[in-house]
Structures are given as C-alpha cells and as structure tokens.
C-alpha cells in the first residue's frame, strides 16, 4: 500500500507498524455505523489478537503472541504517545532468585517475595496471583534484557522488601524498558496505532466477548472523539489500559480524601474508561478503594519528577525529619502506605500540609545518578553543614543535631531503636557533612482496584464466576493482586507475566 | 496533491537548516489575515496552502502526526537539540520516555502555543523551544 492511498491517521498507523506483513487487511472495508446492537457480523477489521493499551502489559502480550506463532497482532493506543504509565515509570523491577542476586549472595525465592507482598497487602492480596507472578518475574526480566532493556550491575532494597531483588533500569526509567519493547514490537510484526480509543465490547448472543468498538483518529483533550471502527477479533480482546489515578471523579468516588488537590504521578489518560466498560459487560470490581499515594514524591516537581527515583534509592540510608521538630517520624523503609500515612500527618499549626524534609550524605547520594539531576533542576539542596541545612529549612537546629547524632549510633550498631528500620542496606553510612535534601510528600500513584482475573488472566464473570469467554486483562487494570498496599518495583513483574500470561491463554485456546 | 507539496519543499529546505541551526528565542507566532500562524511558514498563509500541513484546504482535520517531517528532518532536529552527556535522554525530539516517537503537535502548536510536554513533570529548560 502507498502511503498516499491512506488517509491521515492510517498513514501514521502504518508508519508505526512499518515491518508488519499483510497490513492491508486492516485499512479493508468500510466504515459502519458503530453500536453494540449491531450484527456482529458487520466488521470493519479482523485480527487474530486485540489488545488495548500500549504499557508491559499489553507489549508483553503482543511479544509472547507473536513468539507463540501468532500471525496478526495489533496494539491500539488512545494516546498520541506509545507506553502509558509503563513509559513514564521509574524502571525499578523486582524480581526473586536472578542472576545479580547469587552474584549479591542474596538468598530469595518466589515464596519469599510473594510473602512480603502478602504482609504488605494486609492480608487481602490475591496469593495465587502474587506466587504465579513471582515465580515467573526472571523470565520476565529476561525477556526485556533480550529485547535490549539495559540496568544497573547492582540491586535495590525498596520499602517493605525483605531482602534486595530490586532492578533499575540504567535510564532510571521504565522508558529503558518500553523503548525496546516496542522496537522489538515492531521488529515481530505487531501493528500498533495510535490515538486509537477503545470504546466499547461487541458482545456475541452467547455473552463472549468478540470484538470492541475503536474511535480512531481520537485526540486526547482536543475534543476529536475519532471516528468508530468495529474491529472483530479472534481469539478475543486483551484489556491492557491501565489505572485511573488520573481520573479524579473516578478516584474519589472510591476514597473522598483524593480530590483534585491531591496531585498525581501518573499520565492523563489514566482514566479507567476501560475498565468501566468491563464492569458493564460483567467483570467483578475488587479493591476499587485501595489507591495508593507514593512517599517518596515531592511537593517541589510536577509528577513522578526527578526526587521519586532519588528519594528510593536514597532512603535505606537517609533520614526523614518532621520540620517542626527536626525528629524522625516514621521506618524510612516501611511499606508505602505507612510512609504515606506518616508523611500525611505532618502539618503546620494550622494543619496545612508540611512536607518533611529527608537526608543523606552526598557521600552516600551521589552512588546514583539521579543527584545530578535533582540537584541541577532546584528540586534538592546540597549543604556543607548541618547549621546551613537546618536554617535552610526552618528546622531546630539542636533538635536535629541530636536526631542525627542519635541515628548514627544505630547504623554504629546496625539496630534502629526508634522505628526498628533494616539498617543492613545503611551500614557504614553515617549521615554526614555534606548533605543533600528533598522535601517529600505522596501523591497518587497507582490503583490496586480493577477487574478480577484468574491466574490465566481471563476476566470473572460476575453473575457466574466463570471466565467471560473472549475477555482478558493484565496489568494495573485487573485488580485484587496486591491487597491494600502494592510494594514498589513489584508492578512491572506484574503487568510483564500476566501480560505473557494473557498472550499463552489466548493462544491455546 | 503530493505534487503540490512537492513543489513546496525546496523552499521549506531552507526553513529547516533555519529551525534546526539558530535559536530563534522570540515569539513565531504571528497574525496572517484571520489565522495566526509561524513567522516562518509565512508563505504558507496565502489561503491555498493549507494542505502543506492539513490534508484538505479545507483544514477541517487536524495534520497527521508526521505531517511536519514531510518538510522538517527528524535527524537533523535530533541533532539539533541533542543534550550534553548524562542528560542524553532529555532530548526532546529523541527521549528516554518516548523515543523519536512523539507527534509534533503534542509539543509544538502552529496556530496556538503550547508547552512541552516533558514540563509535566520535569523542569528543564529548552532556550531554543518554539511553542
Ligand atoms: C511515574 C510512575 C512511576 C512508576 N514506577 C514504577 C516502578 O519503578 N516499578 C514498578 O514496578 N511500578 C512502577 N509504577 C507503576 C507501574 O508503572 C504501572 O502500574 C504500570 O506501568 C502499569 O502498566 P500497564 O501496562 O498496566 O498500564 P500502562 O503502562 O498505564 O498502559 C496502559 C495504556 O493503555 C492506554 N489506554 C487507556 N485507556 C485506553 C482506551 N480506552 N483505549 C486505548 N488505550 C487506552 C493508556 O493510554 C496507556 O498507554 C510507576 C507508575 C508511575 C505512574
């Protein structure tokens, strides 16, 4: 096909799915008016897979598809832009029993990690899930470093972890991941479109799920709602689209204290309309509630910023101080929802917000890059002395002076008696001259709630609790994995093995 | 229809090495009739040009999203904003985030301003960005 022979969004489809064999099929036929009443047999496309939502989960899907010999994968994507949350996220992917662990000498298992996520989940996460993911997060790392992801030669230990099995990307970002995975995408033949918004499911008289409604050539917040395409697909439609942190009537309808004033990490299409529609067709809502807010963000930067990466590498050896009385107030590694809850409660007289200010050496920050970055963009402050640091932010000086000092005494003996923090990532490091800082406070980062799923990634039924035939969905839009309180680094494992966990049902079947 | 705009590109090549060279700090926005439009496309508000961007004369869409590299080269644009080292992926035409794949008018607007996307969440400053 020529490229002047498709019109303007098609000509940009077939752009990105340059490489793929027998497009031609997909621009065929014509348009028809788009309702779910409609006979199911009037189709405007045909494709062996549908997927919607460009992210992990829906790139690994489409890459574990096409390595099961599917023939015809597309990939539709209602932002201009490819990777969703996926692409903005901090690249941190934990994962047990991996190459850098027996490297590190860590001993871990998959038990192991799905146990410190069932502690964090407060005894609500799903097991048979969380086992199913953690027994297969090497492979899954495995598969983005084969498709060129590249990360640190070293582990992480994040909040709530009980041993380090954290990755990085050396981009310190899950860009360092999508980036390749949508080259490789492409290299296998997946189409992918773009400004692309799934719509709604077209429903068989059985009650499968047999294809979706797509508006193409839809602008994200410029009004253009796009044009309806009715798009049949074979082997069923995998639902990849994500949470709805950015959804503020969403949101709060769950939990009232996250009004718009309550900022967000994620991307503006997070909005959950996706979601919304597999609840119409009949999925089970779990968890809806549990929205996570990320302790480790700053009130100085819009969204996920520079500090979020900075602050997690940097609090196993750091201290975070309430400004009022420059004491600790919380286990700098807890879980999230403790941190967030801790950070939340510190206030001014008036009760407005009062960020807490945390910690480190330089000595001990700048071992990861990102202190470049914070520093350079006025979002931290480096100070040659503690006198320096405590006028800086209008915190008692000999309050914190005893703080810091009353610290060191517990990396000296490896036991934090305040808050009982592990202290085996902090050894030796003393907080000391100089000194970098952040000021931290959470915003909205990610929904545990979603659509139920089994451990084969088919959707619940809600009226018989057996799988909607011709339904899937992995990644941040199923629900009920991780409890009330998701560990960080443990999402990417998620949305990569219930993504290729997608790809093999919908193959098999 | 592809011949027209054919016809246009020996013109636009001088835009280009423009655009991508020198830092035009000031505002491009400027009135042409009823439209606003860049000082620089200015041939292009004669009324019958609008297909150099949008698909019809008509301009009732909005362009695709690789409409502009029919004149503009994405290499030399890269190029152009490359970032010193270690902050390689901060390039706004080539990203850790999105790679080359951002649309132009998700940054650039030619009718209206706008602001980079990368200021949503950082805050870096690119001396040399046309809204
Ligand atoms: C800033 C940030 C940093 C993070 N850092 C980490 C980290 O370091 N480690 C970790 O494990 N987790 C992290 N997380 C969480 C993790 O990134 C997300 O949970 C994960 O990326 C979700 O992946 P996904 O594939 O489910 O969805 P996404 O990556 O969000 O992809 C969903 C895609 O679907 C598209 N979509 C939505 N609705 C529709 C529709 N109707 N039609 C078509 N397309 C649609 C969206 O536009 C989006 O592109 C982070 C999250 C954020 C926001």
Redo the contacts between chains.
Sequence with gaps: MKDKDLNQKDRRAFLLGMGAAGVSAAFAGPVLAASGSEPESKWDREHEIVIIGSGFAGLAAAIQAKKLGAKDVVIYEKMPVLGGNSAINGGLFAAPGTPLQKKEGVTDSADIMAGDQMKAGRGVADEALLKHIASRANEALQLTIDAGAEYFPYLQQLGGHSVPRTYQTTVTSGGGITQPLIKECRRLGVKIVNRAKFEKFVVDEKGAVVGAVINEGYYFGRGRKGKPVRVRSQRGVLIAAGGFASNVGLRSAQDPTLTAEVPSTNIPGATGEALLEMFRVGAVPVHMAFIQTGPWASPDEGGFGYVSNYSIFNFPHSISVDVKTGRRFMDEIADRKTRADAQLARRDDEGNPMPPVTITSYEHAKAHPSVKKVLKYGVGWKFDTLEELAEHHGIPFAELKKQVDQYNTYVKNGVDEQFGKSMEKAKGKFIEAPFVTVRNWPKVHYCHGGAQIDVQARVLDSSTWKPIPGLFAAGEVSGGTHGQSRLGSCSIPDCMVMGMTAAETMMSA | ??MKKLGKLVFLSVTVAFVAGAGLADSTLEQFDKIKGRSYHASFYDGESCDVCH?TNRAT???????CQSCHDLDSLVEATARPA??E?QNPHD?????R???C??CHGEHQARQH?C??????EYPNFKE
Excluded: I, K, T
């Excluded at chain 2, 869409?61 to 409409?67: E, I, K, R």
């Excluded at chain 2, 990203?95 to 790679?99: M, S, T």
């Design positions: 229809m592809m698909e869409s909005l362009p695709a999203d690789d409409a270690g902050e992926g990203n850790l985030h999105y790679g794949d951002v649309p008018m998700e996307m200021a949503d969440c950082h805050s870096f």
